[in-house]
């Protein structure tokens, strides 16, 4: 059964960069669209990036088109959510999710969830 767990989540002024990472566990990333969501406190879950199976299929959120950048390590069998230009809007518990059918921007369709970590980004 394939798991996901985020980490880099951290503290960071706004305009500062930080990378997160999703390490897939019981599964080939590859195999997987993998997906990263947020949640602000107090707001709905809110898509960001997701990354498909085929090679090059990156979609991202207008919000974050630009400044993030979604990438696939198959030898590490991670996903990578690289953030730049961060803002305080940016705020959130990032999740990173699989979904068997390749990717998309609802949650919906994804089967299985880390548990999330947290990023601040101060003005």
């Known amino acids: 059964q394939v798991e996901l767990e985020e980490s880099g989540g951290a503290v960071r002024q706004a305009g500062d960069s930080l990378a997160l990472t999703c390490l897939v566990s019981?599964?080939?990333?590859?195999?997987?669209?993998i997906g990263w969501f947020r949640q602000a406190p107090g707001k709905e879950r809110n898509f960001v990036a997701y990354i498909g199976r085929i090679p090059g299929k990156r979609v991202y959120a207008d919000s974050v088109k630009g400044r993030f950048t979604i990438s696939r390590d198959n030898a590490g069998n991670t996903v990578s959510l690289q953030m730049n230009n961060l803002k305080p809007e940016d705020t959130a518990v990032y999740y990173c999710a699989a979904d068997p059918n390749g990717g998309s921007r609802y949650g919906m369709n994804y089967n299985t969830w880390g548990q999330g970590t947290q990023v601040i980004v101060s003005s």
């Open positions: 019981g599964g080939v990333v590859s195999s997987y669209g």
